[in-house]
């Protein structure tokens, strides 16, 4: 007996196959792909497809899996940090497009009553949640400020096209009680909000637990499946959309210390699905159609563009932040989306789309969703022409009003880019150690609450030489870059090393194969997430099969040594002779503190044979508030002096933890 729906599956992923090998040797994006192969096999192209509904059935999971897996990335926590961005941002951007657009619609669309001016406004006004956040994924911008704002704003338009949906018959000119509706929905939606706290903190992590003892895969599998579908159904049973409830159910798993296990098993399923909701796009699209009314489906798409960039552009520059990521975020939200065509069902239904308005407006809004993945990455480039127009320093830094310190006058300091949970250790780690520092953050929220504690930071955006300028950029020692913004990274330590040639310049990033380019425009230390969480769980591994501790942290200096070589892979043409370390990988300088009661106290250089024993050379010493440089073989130790030794990685801990074990020995004596 023949299935139609397994035989239409073999047909998508057969075609899709062909079409992202040909795309991925041509350098395009994969989205376009998939909306290509549902043009090709829809029934306005070849109609190879029959099973119609059960592609948008397999459709509608593909968005509840994207939105599942982007909510245990995030985190109730993180969702309250951007609560402006939701709900202050959110409404602007839809009351701002909403009424553009409806202004337009009047008039110049003759013959558009009231009612479909305004319907059409709804539709312009939301965005594709699933393509603008798979994007800023896999760019690795969903933390940067940017992202978040973009986030915060894709939110709410997921929460208000409920209450579009249920305007949508009364623009139609139908009665009903329309405010009894909004209340039964508002209470149905703090019931869930309640929902969501309580098995968060409560319910999830413990019933997670108990399931995770069984040590049974299928059993945890089956069960985060249905922690997802079960608060998406939910959701859409209170009236609010599949996707906001998958959100939602991804944020309760994301409470658990099980996230990354949960994450891990559903990213298969997730762009297995996904890749659905792509070719149902596609297979929207009336070619012929398109073919007759080119010329208006392409200005009109180019004008919405247009549009929907100046407007969402708009909004994060009026919350506060600089004109970069309003830039940025306007380019992420130039398109039309998915849930525009729900809501454009319920308009055919009340007669406010019919024909051929209903064919164009599905044919711009695939056409903006198509060109999306070629416009998000094409942003940064356009920010850097834009900020190098004279434009007003309220504007390009932001509008908010955030208090700016003095320029600075101290030297050797460090600059700490980011106020992030790295950018936050690092100041701690200053701070407790005595080093001036100084933090530049672009969230105007982040910078008022610590400037109100007294926390040395400053409002602006880094990849701009006049903010580098005023935190002393020049004078400055270390600089610490810690975003988590790849494209504004590099620009950052490109413009740092050509202000101060000389700074020890420490980039962190997510990703190995940002190593490289970051080395190449002059960073003296890449730290990769990738990498480092890779040496946490081999060091976690050997801990529990009881390796010892001295010989773990010998590995573990070996592997950083090597490994971050070996991603560098620069040609001699590329480095600088600056510093050694770029040279010797296994050269390192550490320090040390003789205390109180050490066998080193009262001993000579010459006396304790560092160079003979261990290879390691003293190239300071480090005595209250002064730093005796190069000292003699005859300089005598006092305890709390501070040896500063340069030599192999794993002899300076050999001598180390030699110093230590003779300090606990006379100690027990």
């Known amino acids: ?9 073999v047909i ?4 899709s196959i062909a079409v992202l090998f040909i795309f991925h040797r041509l350098g395009v994006p994969a989205i376009v792909g998939f909306l290509l192969t549902g043009i090709f096999v829809g029934p306005y192209g070849l109609g190879l497809i029959e099973a119609i509904h059960e592609v948008e059935i397999f459709a509608e999971v593909g968005v509840v899996l994207l939105l599942f897996t982007i909510g245990i990335e995030f985190s109730i926590e993180r969702l309250l940090q951007i609560k402006k961005s939701v709900l202050i941002g959110g409404s602007f951007q839809v009351l701002l497009t909403s009424l553009a657009t409806l202004f337009i619609a009047t008039q110049f669309e003759f013959g558009r009553t009231f009612g479909e001016a305004v319907f059409i406004g709804f539709l312009v006004a939301l965005n594709s949640t699933a393509i603008v956040l798979k994007l800023i994924q896999e760019r690795a911008e969903i933390d940067a400020p940017h992202g978040r704002t973009t986030l915060g704003i894709l939110i709410f338009q997921d929460i208000v096209v409920v209450p579009m949906i249920l305007v949508t018959p009364l623009l139609a000119g139908a009665t009903g009680n329309l405010g009894e509706s909004l209340l039964v929905l508002l209470a149905k939606g703090i019931g869930i909000i309640l929902l969501v706290i309580i098995s968060a903190k409560w319910v999830v992590p413990h019933l997670l637990w108990q399931i995770t003892r069984t040590r049974n895969h299928e059993l945890f599998l089956l069960s985060v499946v249905v922690i997802c579908f079960g608060v998406a159904w939910l959701t859409s049973k209170a009236g609010l959309s599949l996707a906001l409830g998958a959100f939602l159910a991804g944020l309760i798993i ?4 099980y996230s990354h296990h949960a994450l891990g098993n559903i990213l298969p399923f997730r762009d297995v699905f996904t890749t659905f909701f792509f070719i149902s796009i596609g297979m929207m699209l009336d070619v012929g159609f398109l073919y007759r009314q080119l010329g208006i489906i392409m200005l009109t798409t180019l004008c919405v563009l247009v549009l929907k960039t100046i407007i969402a552009g708009s909004v994060p520059i009026l919350l506060g932040f600089p004109l970069r990521t309003g830039i940025l975020v306007g380019f992420a939200l130039c398109q039309i989306g998915e849930f525009s065509f729900i809501l454009s069902r319920v308009g055919v239904e009340n007669g406010l789309l019919s024909g051929d308005i209903y064919q164009e407006f599905l044919s711009v809004a695939i056409l903006s969703m198509a060109a999306t993945p070629f416009i998000i990455p094409l942003a940064p480039r356009v920010v850097d022409i834009i900020l190098r127009v004279p434009l007003p320093k309220r504007l390009v830094s932001g509008i908010y009003p955030v208090s700016e310190t003095k320029v600075m006058d101290r030297k050797d300091h460090l600059i700490i880019i980011g106020f992030g949970v790295n950018g936050r250790n690092v100041a701690r780690a200053a701070k407790a150690a005595g080093i001036p520092y100084t933090i530049i953050e672009m969230n105007p929220e982040t910078v008022r609450s610590e ?15 006049t903010t580098l300028k005023h935190a002393n950029i020049q004078a400055a020692r270390i600089v610490v870059v810690a975003i988590n913004d790849p494209t504004a990274t590099r620009r950052i330590t490109e413009v740092i090393r050509r202000l101060n040639p000389k700074a020890h310049l420490i980039v962190r990033t997510r990703y190995l194969q940002e190593v490289e380019p970051l080395y190449e425009l002059g960073a003296n230390e890449v730290i990769p997430e990738e990498f480092e969480t890779s040496v946490e769980i081999f060091t976690r591994v050997l801990t529990k099969y009881l390796i010892p501790r001295d010989e773990i942290e010998k590995l573990v200096a ?12 620069l040609s001699k043409a590329s480095t600088s002779f600056s510093d050694l370390k770029l040279h010797l990988s296994d050269i390192d300088i550490s320090t040390f503190r003789i205390s109180q009661g050490s066998p080193l106290v009262g001993k000579t250089l010459a006396q304790i044979e560092l160079r003979k024993r261990y290879g390691i050379s003293v190239v300071a010493i480090g005595r209250g508030s002064q730093v005796l440089s190069n ?7 006092q305890a709390n002096d501070i040896l500063f030794m340069l030599g192999p990685s794993e002899k300076i801990l050999e001598a180390i933890n030699q110093f230590s074990s003779s300090k606990k020995s006379n100690e027990g004596v």
Do not use: C, H, N, W
């Open 558 to 569: 070996k592997v950083r040594a090597d490994g971050y070589e070996m991603f560098r892979s």
């Open 1 to 9: 007996m023949e299935i139609p729906l397994l035989k239409d599956i």
């Open 451 to 465: 400037q109100a504690k007294g926390e040395s930071i400053d409002y602006g955006d880094a990849t701009r030489e």
């Open 12 to 15: 998508i992923f057969g075609l």
């Open 254 to 257: 994301s409470e658990s210390e």
């Open 631 to 637: 000292p003699g073989a005859d300089m005598l130790l």
